[in-house]
């Protein structure tokens, strides 16, 4: 088990950034599949972004689709990021990272993992977008 803690939410207004981390210990995140999930009041969580092992492919759900970066630290390898530009306010809730080790082959090549693919959580920090 790797255990996850996430970093870097706030508040911000809408057409602003913020940079979301997640460190891993005490295993680095070489070997995971990883992904960052989001969920506001009332609603389930929701897929955003995930990204392979290799780095070659990452996905995101259409709503972050040109905003949303997700990318691992190269220097740290316990570390990964989820860089958001042009927030709006419906982006708000609180934000999860998740990693899976070792992933089924296809996991995030053929479609966006749901939360059940995932065995390691973080514990969640809070996005808000004001308008």
């Known amino acids: 088990q790797v255990q996850l803690v996430e970093s870097g939410g706030g508040l911000v207004q809408a057409g602003g950034s913020l940079r979301l981390s997640c460190t891993a210990s005490p295993f680095t995140l070489d070997d995971y599949v990883i992904g960052w999930f989001r969920q506001a009041p009332g609603k389930e969580r929701e897929g955003v972004s995930c990204l392979t092992i290799s780095g070659d492919f990452a996905d995101y759900v259409d709503s972050v689709k040109g905003r949303f970066t997700i990318f691992r630290d190269n220097a740290d390898k316990n570390t990964m990021y989820l860089q958001m530009n042009n927030l709006k306010p419906e982006d708000s809730g609180v934000y999860y990272c998740?990693?899976?080790?070792?992933?089924?082959?296809?996991?995030?090549?053929?479609?966006?993992?749901?939360?059940?693919?995932?065995?390691?959580w973080g514990q969640g920090t809070q996005v808000t977008v004001s308008s």
């Open positions: 998740a990693a899976q080790g070792p992933p089924t082959y296809y996991m995030c090549l053929n479609s966006m993992p749901v939360p059940g693919e995932y065995e390691n």
